[in-house]
Nanobody, 123 residues
Framework: QVQLVESGGGLVQAGGSLRLSCAASGRTFSTYAMGWFRQAPGKEREFVATMSWSGGTIYYADSVKGRFTISRDNAKNTVYLQMNSLKPEDTAVYYC????????????????WGQGTQVTVSS
């Protein structure tokens, strides 16, 4: 497993941007698919974006497609989520997660999770 620490959350006005980072420990980071999920108050945690270990396969939730971009730097053991054109409905705790050897939109395959970072979008 890898240990994950998110950063970059905060308060932003609608239409603004934020970039989340997720730093991973461990020498096998480059073999993991990395995903971002979010949980809004009173709602279940949901899929946002995921990227394969090579970066060759990427999936986005329909709600963020065209606004959010996932990327990774395997040399830095870090995955990013660039969030543009933010909306109040993007307000949530954002989590990064790691899945060994498989890419999926399903939370069930991710066996390492960060502690989360709060993103609040004001209208």
């Amino acid at each position: 497993q890898v240990q994950l620490v998110e950063s970059g959350g905060g308060l932003v006005q609608a239409g603004g941007s934020l970039r989340l980072s997720c730093a991973a420990s461990g020498r096998t980071f480059s073999t993991y698919a990395m995903g971002w999920f979010r949980q809004a108050p009173g709602k279940e945690r949901e899929f946002v974006a995921t990227m394969s270990w090579s970066g060759g396969t990427i999936y986005y939730a329909d709600s963020v497609k065209g606004r959010f971009t996932i990327s990774r730097d395997n040399a830095k053991n870090t995955v990013y989520l660039q969030m543009n054109s933010l909306k109040p409905e993007d307000t949530a705790v954002y989590y990064c997660a790691a899945a060994r050897g498989v890419i999926s939109k399903s939370q069930a395959v991710y066996n390492s999770w960060g502690q989360g970072t709060q993103v609040t979008v004001s209208s």
